[in-house]
């Protein structure tokens, strides 16, 4: 397993399309998260699944953003009618349940909207 | 809610040791993580701590945990120029996800 693998590492876009991301975790970890992170902010939580059961959305996402695991394996991350506030790097992890095992990150996804 | 506090830049000479601090508010956080992040790359989990240790060594890297004051600490031993970039702390919430710092970005004067 090379670890958390994120498709397409960069994404430009025009304001209104839509765009998905994908998401391949390390496939023991059960747990899979998607956060955002903006230039000199930490990463900001938007969801996250145990399995292919969708635990956890953040309040900033909005009804734009919809994220899938199925099969508990891969996840996507689909955002409509993109936005220029939209852009950003869109960072997957996955970990094992529990604490003490910590996240393992992907490279991310970069994405601007023009 | 709960919050985690790093101050925003830390500048060391090449050679020295360096220092990068975090506050947090969570009591009944149980895992503290430091992880690294490069120009234009991922999270990489540097190391961790267990909310029962006070002190873990790993090579260059001391991570010191304050209980009480809810303080964390990395000191990265001997800095070397690879060692620029940003240093984020996250601590575990109740149910194991992660809160985050905004991250200290370590500059390395040569």
């Known amino acids: 397993d090379t670890g958390v693998s994120q498709d397409p590492r960069h994404k430009i876009t025009k304001r209104g399309q839509n765009v998905t991301f994908r998401c391949d975790p390390i496939s023991e970890h059960n747990r899979l998260y998607w956060y955002r992170q903006t230039l000199g902010q930490g990463p900001e939580f938007l969801t996250y699944f145990q399995n292919e059961a969708q635990l956890e959305k953040s309040r900033l996402l909005s009804d734009r953003f919809s994220a899938e695991r199925p099969k508990g394996s891969f996840s996507t991350l689909e955002i409509q009618r993109t936005e220029q506030g939209d852009s950003a790097m869109y960072l997957c992890?996955?970990?094992?349940?529990?604490?003490?095992?910590?996240?393992?990150f992907g490279s991310g996804t970069r994405l601007t909207v023009v | 809610g709960e919050d985690v506090e790093q101050s925003l830049f830390l500048s060391v000479r090449e050679g020295d040791s360096s220092v990068i601090n975090c506050t947090y508010t969570d009591s009944s956080s149980t895992y503290l993580y430091w992880y690294k992040q490069e120009p234009g790359a991922g999270l990489q989990l540097l190391t961790y701590?267990?909310?029962n240790m006070d002190m873990k060594q790993d090579q260059r890297l001391t991570v010191l945990l304050n209980k009480k004051d809810k303080h964390l600490s990395l000191r990265i031993a001997d800095t070397q120029t690879g060692d620029s970039a940003i240093y984020f702390c996250?601590?575990?919430?109740?149910?194991?996800?992660?809160?985050w710092g905004a991250g200290t970005k370590l500059i390395i004067k040569p």
């Open positions: 996250a601590v575990t919430d109740s149910n194991y996800q992660l809160i």
């Open positions: 701590i267990f909310s």
């Open positions: 992890a996955s970990s094992r349940t529990g604490g003490g095992y910590g996240y393992t």
